[in-house]
């Protein structure tokens, strides 16, 4: 069993028990959320229901924590005028675990 899920403009393939990676939510650790926008379901490999635009299903979760990704360098310089710059960014994610998909 599986759905395709529209969280936060992005799309995942999910199954139940899933640990995932989502762009950060400002709900806190421990805490159950739900998202209704569900595009796709299949129950087994061979039969789907695809919603246009979605279907009335719900996707239950529970927020593990919160992360940040690896560091990401961005270096600009300009030859022979003495222009360094150097700066870093690390991507905030927040861990969710699907409970259910109803």
Same mark, same amino acid.
């Given at each position: 069993?599986?759905?395709?899920?529209?969280? =936060?403009?992005? @799309? $995942? =393939?999910?199954?139940?028990?899933?640990?995932? $990676?989502?762009?950060?939510? =400002? /709900?806190?650790?421990?805490?159950?959320? !739900?998202?209704? %926008?569900?595009? #796709?379901?299949?129950?087994?490999?061979? !039969?789907?229901?695809?919603?246009?635009? !979605?279907?009335? #299903?719900k996707v239950e979760a529970t927020v593990l924590g919160h992360v940040k990704? %690896?560091?990401?360098?961005?270096?600009?310089?300009? &030859?022979?005028?003495?222009?360094? &710059?150097?700066?870093?960014? &690390? @991507?905030?994610?927040?861990?969710? /675990?699907?409970?259910?998909?109803k």
């Amino acid at each position: 069993m599986f759905a395709i899920v529209n969280i =936060k403009g992005r @799309q $995942y =393939k999910i199954s139940e028990n899933d640990r995932l $990676y989502v762009p950060k939510m =400002k /709900e806190d650790e421990g805490a159950k959320i !739900s998202f209704s %926008d569900v595009l #796709m379901f299949s129950k087994d490999d061979k !039969s789907f229901q695809v919603g246009a635009p !979605s279907l009335s #299903m719900k996707v239950e979760a529970t927020v593990l924590g919160h992360v940040k990704d %690896d560091k990401v360098i961005v270096f600009k310089k300009k &030859r022979r005028k003495g222009y360094k &710059r150097t700066k870093g960014h &690390r @991507q905030q994610y927040t861990q969710i /675990e699907i409970n259910s998909i109803k």
